[in-house]
């Protein structure tokens, strides 16, 4: 039971399983345990982890019930259908022409690590402040590890003069209130990208290119994003909400690697300047080699192999990252008429004659829900963002695969 709860999601602490073992203890009729305290003692714990060695006490990672819920692999299955089914159609086996596009945020403090110090005595870190500045990096990549020229996005109102210095050849420095991704910046993103893939020689007619977002609202709900990369033969294929930590190449791999090199160098900088700030005038000193670190060709290929994007492989994603999703299954019911609502008394599965010949509701797209003619796999209808025109249509994807 302990295993299969942490399997699910739902691991228990010390304290749980000394109560655990309380209960079943009382409920089998076993002595031994206090009454009054109504768990096992502290030794029993002790002896029960030394006696099952397959088990051991470990710092849990959070993960929202949204995340588990969406991360199923009927949900994941679809996805990688539609996925393929956009490869198949503009006829893409060259990795670089499959692109992954996100955003990640820096703070211009660092995160304290363990360290060593002295047994009994107080340890602590000079930070340049008790609370960062958040600044927006927005990174494309394709698999075979090209990257464009990042995007920076500062907290501010205009750009200073000072910001751009040391930064990539071609890449992009602006502001917004919040130092955060807006709409109107993601616009501003498209010429950058396509002056790379001119330099690149990738932007040609006959060539198309995938591009694979998560749904952030500036990246799908951005119709003049969209109309850009249509314009240019650029297919833009949205990822299902939630499960981006597994599906997303940059999530998987580079932003982890970017996290940890930038947390280095902003501490090797707050100890090299006795304890200054990281300055927007000292940005890239900064962030330029900690995103060399993080953006190889080695990572981005092993970040799009180990999410299925390419090589393409729906099996690529491991069988224990649907395991929290298990737990809020249900199975499917048949549609009943208000009279035969009355008389069942339990729920049957839907047959597979049945199912097939269904309309259900769904939803195709974070941007799009559309009643679907199961049978047929046809749209029927489709609400989206700016009109009433086909949200599948502006990105050229197939609606439902």
């Known amino acids: 039971m302990i295993k299969e709860l942490a399997r699910v999601g739902f691991p228990l602490s010390r304290e749980e399983v000394r109560k655990l073992a309380f209960e079943f203890a009382e409920k089998n009729g ?82 304290t690590d363990k360290v060593v110090a002295g047994t009994g005595e107080n340890a602590y870190s000079n930070t340049a402040g008790e609370k960062g500045e958040t600044s927006t990096v927005v990174v494309a990549m394709n698999a075979i590890g090209d990257v464009v020229p990042p995007v920076v996005i500062r907290k501010g109102k205009i750009v200073g003069k000072c910001w751009r210095n040391g930064a990539p050849l071609d890449s992009l420095v602006t502001v917004s209130p919040d130092g955060w991704i807006t709409t109107e910046i993601f616009v501003q993103f498209g010429p950058l990208f396509f002056n790379f893939l001119q330099k690149k020689n990738l932007l040609k007619d006959d060539c198309a290119h995938v591009v694979v977002l998560d749904n952030h609202y500036s990246h799908l709900f ?11 033969n650029v297919h833009v294929i949205g990822l299902p909400p939630h499960p981006s930590h597994w599906l997303q190449p940059l999530d998987r791999v580079n932003f982890g690697v970017l996290k940890k090199a930038w947390n280095k160098e902003v501490r090797a900088f707050t100890h090299d300047t006795v304890g200054k700030r990281v300055e927007k005038s000292d940005f890239f000193r900064v962030f330029s080699p900690a995103f060399d670190m993080a953006m190889t060709v080695e990572n981005a290929q092993s970040a799009f192999r180990c999410t299925g994007l390419y090589p393409f492989d729906r099996n690529a994603i491991p069988k224990d990252a649907y395991n929290p999703s298990t737990v809020f299954e249900r199975p499917l019911t048949t549609l009943q008429t208000p ?63």
């Open 30 to 111: 076993l002595k031994g345990f206090s009454e009054k305290k109504g768990k096992a003692g502290y030794n029993w714990f002790v002896g029960f982890m030394t006696r099952h060695p397959e088990i051991s006490v470990r710092k849990t990672e959070n993960l929202s019930v949204s995340r588990a819920m969406a991360m199923n692999r009927v949900q994941v299955d679809r996805w990688f259908s539609e996925y393929e089914s956009m490869l198949l159609k503009t006829k893409i086996s060259d990795p670089s022409y499959i692109w992954n596009v996100d955003e990640i945020g820096v703070q211009n403090i660092y995160a």
């Open 222 to 232: 951005n119709l003049e994003f969209l109309n850009m990369m249509k314009e240019n």
């Open 339 to 401: 009279e035969q609502e009355q008389s069942a008394s339990v729920d049957h599965p839907v047959p597979a004659a049945v199912a097939s010949t269904s309309q259900l509701k769904v939803d195709v797209n974070p941007c799009v829900t559309a009643s679907v003619d199961v049978s047929s796999r046809n749209m029927i209808s489709t609400e989206a963002v700016g009109g009433s025109c086909s949200f599948a249509d502006l990105i050229s994807v197939p609606c439902l695969e």
